[in-house]
């Protein structure tokens, strides 16, 4: 069954008429918009690092933070959205910082659950880098306990995965930590 019909059909589930003026295209509308934000099942993300690294004697943190994201819980098919932040220390490969971005959209339009995705994203830099360490925190609103008045309106759930040095040393996980302003993480 085309995407569109499935709307109409959700439509009518919930009480609606899909034949009502103000939401006669809302299928059509709603298709194109879901094959907008799950895009990210089409991108090798493999391929995409490939093309992106380069060698570099640089060996210090780099840091791409307040990168906004919006992506789908899985569970119930409606938004969560937030900032996210990576964090690693180079050994001899870097990459371009505009493809991290690219990455964490990648991994966040498709159905998600926040946690997988922090892991898929410091993985995939993991794999493709060889660094010294990686770090990437994600803060997120998860429409799906907002509206059902399950965690206090405001509240933002925050994961975290680090790799190599920003795991076994304290000085440059907190320097990671410092930068995106962030005191207390649940792993
Ligand atoms: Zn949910």
């Known amino acids: 069954m085309e995407t569109e019909e499935l709307i109409r059909e959700l439509l009518m589930?919930?009480?609606?008429?899909?034949?009502?003026?103000?939401?006669?295209?809302t299928p059509s509308r709603v298709a194109s918009m879901w094959e907008y934000i799950t895009q990210g099942y089409k991108v090798d993300v493999e391929a995409l690092l490939k093309e992106s690294v380069c060698d570099d004697e640089y060996n210090q943190m780099i840091l791409v933070k307040d990168i906004d994201y919006y992506s789908i819980c899985e569970h119930h098919l409606v938004p969560f959205f937030g900032k996210a932040h990576?964090?690693?220390?180079?050994?001899?490969?870097?990459?371009?910082?505009?493809?991290?971005?690219?990455?964490i959209d990648a991994?966040?339009?498709r159905?998600?659950?926040?946690?997988?995705?922090t892991n898929q994203i410091a993985e995939s830099l993991e794999r493709a880098l060889k660094p010294k360490g990686v770090g990437v925190v994600i803060e997120a609103r998860h429409l799906c306990m907002h509206m059902r008045g399950i965690e206090k309106q405001?509240?933002?759930?925050?994961?975290s995965t680090m790799f190599g040095e920003f795991h076994s040393e304290d000085q440059a996980r907190n320097e990671f930590l410092q930068l995106i302003g962030i005191l207390n993480i649940h792993r």
């Open 107 to 109: 991994y966040a339009r």
């Open 86 to 103: 990576v964090a690693y220390i180079p050994d001899g490969k870097i990459i371009g910082l505009s493809k991290i971005p690219r990455i």
């Open 13 to 25: 589930n919930i009480g609606e008429d899909p034949e009502r003026a103000g939401i006669q295209k």
């Open 154 to 159: 405001n509240s933002v759930v925050t994961t």
């Open 111 to 117: 159905l998600q659950i926040q946690e997988r995705m």
